[in-house]
């Protein structure tokens, strides 16, 4: 069977994160969503995606295909449904399709010709960016559990303090030395040639993922998620980061999601609560406002390759596009487009040249091509995003 992820109907819900990729690549628990139904379908996947991504994420089909709606988390229940789903079937849960088969020779999709099997809404789902984190612990316990079912963790080290040490799952090459390690609340993972330096002080439910690094002194309170080959340092509460970002100093990190390839300069805070505790409101996309989110708790949505000088202090719900520099004193606005460079004095436009210079460098310094792929796709998004900038 071929299986394809598609974006659904969330994509945009989820910008500014789906500007770079595909829904299927948002990494929430462990894992990214594609390496979550992968693994359980036992399957490579392909997807579904905007026109201008699909030659870096190209779909795949094959004579017999099941579509599935890359906003929903896999579980047990779910894999056995899709699993067994045959020609002109499909999922339903609360008017959103999960999943549907298609054939090759099939012209259109007409789901009136199809058996549709409604489900309850109980399935896990990534609707809004704040999901990213609200969720986390949830997905990192799924994961957590998925990945060690059967193995045996390499020994923790006895120079830590240990609470919980069942639920704590070392990999081959990770080093974690003279840290306090507390997994009463939720399990701890240390992925593959990870290291967590001397004195840091972990609370899960947290995982710290293949390469990644916690920096001396690390302050981790979960659910929080850091992905490959990032450096985290300071105070972090309930965030995720996707991958290839740092966070390497001193400086507050809560309620927040950090795309790829992002840097968070020395002392940067993040308010992630109002002072009058009202409800937080981000920038929605679509509507080109402020939209309520029922969240109290929510700081910092960064997306791919922006970065924040020493000191920057963002707001409570603040959103930041692709591309984006920030830097001075104040407090930058709640809205920063993307390919802005400035901060709350005001910003201009971050031109594709200089931007481009820069992400060479940087992910050189990581041994990652910055590929004709990936400038075609950034040159489309700093088009796409001009409405939203003011220069």
Known sequence: MNYILFDGTVRNQLLPFTYTRPVADIRVGILTIREKWEKHLGYSTTTITED????????????????????????????????????????????EMIAFYTTEDQETVDFDEYEVFEVSDEFLRIEHTWDIFALNGIAITSDYNFLTEGRTSQPIPKN????????????????????????????????????????????????????????????????TTVGPHSKVGGEVNNSVIFGYSNKGHDGFLGNSVLGEWCNIGADSNTSNLKNNYAEVRLWDYETQGFAKTGMQFCGLMMGDHSKCGINTMFNTGTVVGVFANIFGSGFPRNFIPSYSWGGSSGFTTYLTKKAFEVAEVVMARRQEAFTEQDKSILEHIFQETKVFRKD
């Not at 906003?71 to 002109?88: A, V």
């Open 52 to 95: 201008y991504l699909a030659e870096k994420f190209p779909m795949i089909e094959m004579e017999h295909n099941i579509m599935i709606n890359a906003s929903f988390l896999p579980n047990d229940e779910l894999i056995g449904l899709i699993k067994n789903l045959s020609e002109k079937q499909a999922i339903l849960c609360q008017d």
């Open 160 to 223: 830590n303090q240990v609470i919980g040490e069942e639920n704590i799952f070392i990999e081959e090459g990770a080093m974690v030395n003279c840290a306090i390690l507390n997994a009463t609340n939720g399990p701890i993972y240390i992925g593959k040639n990870a290291e967590v330096m001397e004195g840091s002080i972990i609370r899960g439910p947290f995982a710290l993922c293949e390469n990644a690094t916690l920096k001396l002194g690390a302050k981790i309170y979960g659910p």
